[in-house]
C-alpha cells in the first residue's frame, strides 16, 4: 500500500496537496475544486475519508499485483 502511495505523490512528496494527480482524485470523489485545495483542506479530507481512502488503495494495489501476474 505504501509503495502505491509513494507513486501517486511522485515529484510532490513533501507537498501532496499541491499534485496534480491527487487533487484530481479529491475533486472526483468530492466535488472540491482541485483550485481550491490548500494544505489545511487536503489534510482535512484525508482525516475525514481515511477509512474510505484506505480500502482504495487496498483495492488499487490489489489489482495492480493481479494485472502484475497476467502474462
Given at each position: 500500500m505504501l509503495h502505491l502511495l509513494w507513486r501517486m505523490t511522485r515529484?510532490?512528496?513533501l507537498r501532496p496537496w499541491r499534485s496534480?494527480?491527487?487533487r484530481w482524485r479529491i475533486e472526483t470523489y468530492s466535488g472540491i475544486?482541485?483550485?481550491?485545495?490548500t494544505f489545511s483542506g487536503?489534510?482535512?479530507f484525508l482525516w475525514r475519508y481515511r477509512r474510505e481512502l484506505a480500502s482504495y488503495l487496498l483495492w488499487a494495489e490489489t489489482m495492480e499485483n493481479k494485472t502484475r501476474l497476467v502474462p
Amino acid at each position: 500500500m505504501l509503495h502505491l502511495l509513494w507513486r501517486m505523490t511522485r515529484g510532490y512528496r513533501l507537498r501532496p496537496w499541491r499534485s496534480p494527480y491527487l487533487r484530481w482524485r479529491i475533486e472526483t470523489y468530492s466535488g472540491i475544486h482541485a483550485d481550491a485545495i490548500t494544505f489545511s483542506g487536503f489534510w482535512r479530507f484525508l482525516w475525514r475519508y481515511r477509512r474510505e481512502l484506505a480500502s482504495y488503495l487496498l483495492w488499487a494495489e490489489t489489482m495492480e499485483n493481479k494485472t502484475r501476474l497476467v502474462p
